[in-house]
């Protein structure tokens, strides 16, 4: 990792250390908009044949069939199944506590106002399994949606698929998924076909032409849970981190993919240069070093003179994930304006929130934490406002209405009133 020093940039190239590796978005474009129209018109058809391409897997069925569900199961073992029900009880315990009672509030004498949430109806999951398979990715998307109450909920994800997936669906109650990945697998979600349904709403993180479909299947009328890149994470460190902790984060978010960035953001050379050579200890066992060792390659250290100037930087890069390595790490949480999820405290390892604290791993990458959440039980729901005027919601309403109505010459507007009105 590269080393440079907050004191010696500019505006400038304070601004260039928050960008991203390039991704040729419109060259990705031009790959998936066909893709996406040939799975329009053909279907069932075409998914098969991207997935033969693709995946080198020739699909009798699109769908997996019960009995291949049921068997996920035995092919795990106990322990295996018991981490995944401990995870699975944490995420469901957080997000069931965003369920919110919903006021009835009275905004002059005679009109009231509520709002309730409504389920989506339909939505769509996609699970990768570019590297790895991830399970955990099932739980985070599948149980919020389980919680909020959506009718129908579809999994996709590429062949074959793993039992981990197939049990975490099972814990969410999912029966419907798809062995069908790639951006045939977004297209299927938003066009429909004559084996997956269309869905209103598509969740899911995924590669570059994932991403790519799900900005164009927004041209189409679905929704998304947002736009999303390449995994990234900022640790802050003051003197008194472990160096081992530190390295060890950073590397757990490296090993993600090769388009992975890291950034130690210290307050002093000492600092970085212990972090650094745990990152070369560390690095050297890794199963999956080559990928990290890439990763760490577009990544970088930056040394502050101050905490302020650390979270300054850190609220302009606005990572997807926050870790504050630091004594008394409440003392800044008010500092923290734009990420996703934040880890307080040299024992809050990033791994934690990806598997099993409770909080969504799904988050907003790219810079876009500056106005994206991460998924929520809101991510499922729709907000409908209510109101209910009474005759004396009329009589202390109602000029007002017609004084706006008539300013801005909108007389329908205004005569809808005053019928009211006069009636009383």
């Given amino acids: 990792m590269k080393t440079c020093f907050y004191k010696q940039l500019d505006a400038t190239r304070l601004q260039e250390l928050t ?34 391409k693709f995946d080198s897997v020739e699909l009798e069925s699109l769908e997996v069939s019960e009995e291949e569900r049921n068997a996920a199961a035995s092919k795990l073992s106990d322990k295996t199944k018991n981490a995944f029900k401990k995870a699975a009880e944490n995420i469901r315990t957080f997000h069931k506590s965003q369920i919110l009672d919903e006021k009835v509030v009275e905004t002059m004498p005679g ?35 389980q919680i909020a109450g959506c009718e129908e909920i579809i999994l996709c994800t590429p062949p074959p698929v793993a039992p981990e997936i197939l049990y975490a669906a099972e814990l969410c109650g999912i029966t419907k998924i798809f062995q069908v990945g790639g951006a045939q697998a977004i297209a299927a979600m938003t066009y429909g076909t004559e084996s997956i349904p269309q869905t209103y709403k598509i969740f899911g993180p995924g590669n570059q032409y994932v991403t790519a479909a799900k900005m164009l299947a927004q041209l189409e009328g679905i929704a998304i849970d947002m736009p999303a890149g390449p995994s990234e994470v900022i640790i802050i460190a003051d003197d008194n981190a472990n160096p081992e902790f530190v390295a060890a984060d950073l590397l757990s978010q490296a090993e993600h993919g090769t388009d992975s960035q890291v950034v130690l953001v210290c307050l002093s050379e000492r600092v970085a240069e212990k972090v650094n050579g745990e990152l070369q200890s560390q690095l050297s066992v890794l199963p999956r070093k080559e990928i990290a060792k890439e990763s760490l390659s577009k990544s970088f250290t930056l040394i502050c003179e101050s905490l302020d100037q650390a979270f300054k930087f850190s609220n302009q890069y606005a990572p997807e994930h926050l870790i504050l390595n630091v004594e008394n790490p409440d003392k800044y949480i008010q500092l923290i304006k734009n990420t996703g999820s934040v880890f307080l405290g040299k024992y809050s390892c990033e791994s934690a929130g990806d598997y099993a604290s409770g909080t969504n791993h799904t ?38 209405v017609e004084e706006m109505a008539e300013c801005e010459q909108l007389f329908a507007h205004k005569n809808a009133m005053s019928l009211r009105l006069k009636n009383i």
């Avoid at 009109?111 to 099932?138: D, H, M, N, W």
């Fill in 363 to 400: 988050l907003p990458t790219y810079g876009y934490a500056k106005a994206y959440s991460g998924v929520s039980l809101d991510s499922f729901v729709k907000k409908i406002t209510f109101q209910r005027l009474t005759e004396e919601g009329v009589r202390n309403l109602g000029p007002i």
């Fill in 111 to 145: 009109v009231t106002c509520f709002r309730q949430s409504r389920a989506i109806e339909k939505v769509g999951l996609y699970i990768p399994a570019g590297t790895a398979p991830l399970p955990s990715t099932v739980l985070m998307l599948g149980i919020p949606a």
């Fill in 19 to 52: 960008q991203r590796p390039q991704i040729d978005l419109d060259g990705t474009y031009e790959i998936v908009r066909p893709i996406m129209e040939e799975v329009k018109s053909s279907g069932d058809t075409a998914l098969k044949y991207f997935t033969r």
